[in-house]
C-alpha cells in the first residue's frame, strides 16, 4: 500500500536554475574569507602553525608537535594538505594563503557533496512528486535537479557556515569529508564505482581528519538505511544486502586504520546539567543553523508517514540526512566545541530542508522572504553603515564605537574591495526586484533570498570589513608591539618563550620573523617572552633572576592575551 505523498510539483516548478549563475554564485560565496586576511587567532593559526612545521621539516609527520605540543585534535591529514600546498607553492605566494588553497577545495567539495546527495536521493521513487491524473507532474531528474538547487542554497543560508567554513581548520576537512561520504551514501543505489571510491575517500579522510568515531557511526548508519529501504522484489532485497555489506566492510576498514595509526582519542564530555548551559546550546542551535532548521521539522512532519513507513523500512531521502543529523548533534552534545561539531550537521540539515519546499504554502514562502529582506537588508545597511562612519567619522557614534573597541585602528581605504561590495550590493537589490517579479513557479524559490543575504553580508564583512576584523581577530598588531618593545631585534633572532600558545608562537615566527625556543634550548637568546597567564607557575619553575622584565604588550582587542617580555 503506497502511502500519501505531501509533494504535489508541476512541471512548471522545476525550473532549471541556470548553471553560470549558480556557480558565480558559489564562488562568491566560497573565495571571500580565504583570500586576503591574516590568519585568525585560535583555531585558525594553530592548524597553520603546524602545517608550516610540517612544510619545514621542524616537526614528524605521523606526530606533528609545536615545542612539544601536540594538536588538540588527532587530525593528520589536515595538516598534511597545508604542509603539501606550502612546499608544492611557488616563493611569491605567502605560506599562510598557500596553506589555504586545500580548504578552498574541502568548501567546494562540501557545496557539491550536499548537491549531488540531494539528486540522488530525491530521485529514489519514494521522494518523487504525486502523480497527476491527466498527467503534468514533475519529471524525476528536473524534480531531483531542483531539490538539489535548493539544498545548495539551504546551505549556503545556515548562518553557522560562514566563519568556520572558510577557516583552515581540521573541523572544515571534517565537513568535506562528511559531504563526500553522504553523496556515497545517496547514490549508492544507482551507481556503483564513484559512490564507492567517494564513500571510501570520505569515511577514510574522516578517520585521518580526528574523527574515527563519527566515521563509524555514519558508516553503519549509512549500511542499515540502505538494507531497509528495499523494493518488493528478490533481486531488489539482494542488491540492497550487497550494498549494506559493501559499505560495512568500508567503514570497518576505515575502523582499522584508525586502529593502526591509533587514532582513537576519546574527548566525550558528559552532557551539560546547569539550565543555562543548555540553554546556551538550545541558542547555538536555532541562529547557527538557521533558516534550515524550520524547513527540516517541516519536512519530518509533512513526510512523516514516509519517514515512518511500516515503522521498519523508512524511506532513504528521508531517513540518510536524519541519521546524518542526529549522530552530529548528538556529538555535538557530548563535545567541548558544540559550534565546531554542529557544522557538520549543516549539509545534512540542508537536504532535509529541500524536502520541505514542495510543500510549503504561499504564506509561509513569503513570510521567509520579508523576514530575509529585512533581517539581511539591516545587517548590509549596518556593515555599510559602520564602514561609512570609519572612513568618514559620521557618524559619530559607530566610529566611536570602533575606536572603543578597537583602539589604535587605523582605518585604510581600498578601491578593489569597495568596487567589489558595491557590486555585491546591487547584485542585491537586483535579486529582490527578481524575487518579487512573475518567478514564482521554482520550488527553489524560497531559498533564493536566505541565500543570496548570507553571502551578500558574508562578502561585505571580508571586504568592507576585513581591515577591521584583520586588526581584532589576528595577532599582528600584538606582534607588532612586541618588536618594537624588543629594540634593535632583526629578522632572524631568537627569543625564549615560556608557556606561549602555539598560536602565538606561529603569529611571533609568522608575522615577526623570530626564532621561538624554549627555554633550557642552547641557543643563546637575548630576550624571553612569557605568557602573563602563566606568570605565577612560571616564577615557580624557572628563575627569572637572571632576566630583567623590559614591557608588557596586550593585545588591543583583548584583555587576556598578554605577553611578557623580559631581557637578559
Request: proline share 7%.
Amino acid at each position: 500500500m503506497n502511502r500519501p505523498n505531501p509533494a504535489i510539483v508541476a512541471q512548471a516548478a522545476v525550473r532549471r536554475l541556470p548553471r553560470a549563475a549558480l556557480a558565480l554564485f558559489c564562488l562568491a560565496y566560497v573565495l571571500p574569507g580565504f583570500i586576503g586576511r591574516a590568519p585568525w587567532r585560535s583555531d585558525d593559526i594553530t592548524a597553520f602553525g603546524y602545517m608550516a612545521a610540517l612544510a619545514s621539516g621542524a616537526t614528524a609527520w605521523m606526530s606533528p608537535q609545536i615545542m612539544g605540543i601536540s594538536p588538540e585534535v588527532n587530525a593528520l591529514l589536515p595538516f598534511w594538505l597545508g604542509a603539501w600546498a606550502i612546499q608544492l607553492a611557488p616563493s611569491w605566494v605567502d605560506a599562510d594563503f598557500a596553506a589555504r588553497i586545500p580548504f578552498i577545495g574541502m568548501l567546494i567539495v562540501t557545496l557539491m557533496g550536499t548537491w549531488y546527495g540531494t539528486y540522488q536521493l530525491a530521485r529514489s521513487p519514494q521522494a518523487q512528486p504525486l502523480p497527476f491524473a491527466f498527467g503534468g507532474e514533475a519529471l524525476p531528474t528536473d524534480y531531483a535537479r531542483a531539490l538539489a538547487d535548493g539544498a545548495l542554497l539551504a546551505l549556503i543560508a545556515c548562518l553557522g557556515l560562514a566563519q568556520p567554513a572558510h577557516e583552515t581548520t581540521p573541523i572544515l576537512a571534517q565537513l568535506g569529508f562528511s559531504a563526500l561520504a553522504f553523496y556515497g551514501f545517496a547514490a549508492f543505489p544507482n551507481r556503483r564505482s564513484l559512490p564507492l571510491l567517494s564513500t571510501a575517500i570520505g569515511l577514510g579522510g574522516l578517520v585521518l581528519s580526528g574523527a574515527p568515531t563519527l566515521a563509524v557511526l555514519l558508516g553503519f548508519g549509512g549500511a542499515l538505511t540502505l538494507l531497509l529501504d528495499t523494493g518488493e522484489g528478490p533481486a531488489e532485497v539482494r542488491a540492497a544486502r550487497l550494498q549494506a555489506a559493501t559499505l560495512t566492510t568500508l567503514t570497518l576498514m576505515a575502523a582499522l586504520v584508525a586502529s593502526t595509526l591509533q587514532l582513537w582519542r576519546w574527548r566525550i564530555a558528559l552532557p551539560p546539567t546547569a539550565g543555562e548551559t543548555w540553554l546556551g546550546i538550545g541558542n547555538l542551535l536555532v541562529w547557527f543553523t538557521w533558516p534550515a532548521w524550520p524547513l527540516a521539522l517541516w519536512t519530518l512532519w509533512r513526510w512523516r508517514r514516509h519517514l515512518l513507513r511500516y515503522l521498519s523500512r523508512p524511506s532513504r531521502h528521508l531517513a540518510l540526512p536524519l541519521w546524518f543529523v542526529l549522530i552530529t548533534i548528538g556529538t555535538t552534545l557530548a563535545t567541548a566545541s558544540p559550534a565546531r561539531t554542529l557544522l557538520l550537521a549543516l549539509p545534512a540539515l540542508a537536504t532535509l530542508a529541500a524536502f520541505a519546499l514542495p510543500t510549503l504554502e504561499r504564506t509561509v514562502a513569503a513570510l521567509i522572504d520579508w523576514f530575509t529582506l529585512l533581517f539581511f537588508s539591516g545587517c548590509a545597511f549596518v556593515i555599510w553603515l559602520v564602514w561609512v562612519a570609519m572612513q568618514t567619522g559620521v557618524p559619530w557614534q559607530p566610529a566611536a564605537n570602533v575606536e572603543r573597541l578597537a583602539p589604535g585602528f587605523v582605518p585604510s581605504f581600498s578601491g578593489a574591495p569597495f568596487l567589489i561590495a558595491l557590486g555585491a550590493s546591487g547584485a542585491w537589490l537586483w535579486l529582490v526586484k527578481w524575487r518579487a517579479g512573475r518567478h514564482r513557479a521554482a520550488i527553489w524559490k524560497s531559498m533564493v533570498l536566505p541565500a543570496g543575504g548570507a553571502a551578500l553580508c558574508w562578502l561585505l564583512l571580508m571586504t568592507l570589513w576585513l581591515p577591521l576584523l584583520n586588526y581584532a581577530r589576528s595577532y599582528v598588531p600584538l606582534v607588532h608591539r612586541t618588536l618594537l618593545a624588543m629594540r634593535s631585534v632583526q629578522p632572524g633572532d631568537c627569543a625564549y618563550h615560556l608557556g606561549l600558545t602555539v598560536g602565538q608562537i606561529t603569529a611571533l615566527e609568522f608575522h615577526g620573523a623570530l626564532l621561538i625556543k624554549p627555554v633550557g634550548d642552547a641557543a643563546k637568546c637575548r630576550w624571553l617572552i612569557v605568557n602573563r597567564d602563566i606568570i605565577g607557575p612560571a616564577t615557580a619553575a624557572f628563575d627569572l633572576t637572571a632576566w630583567t622584565l623590559s614591557s608588557e604588550q596586550r593585545h588591543p582587542t583583548d584583555n587576556n592575551d598578554n605577553l611578557l617580555i623580559y631581557q637578559r
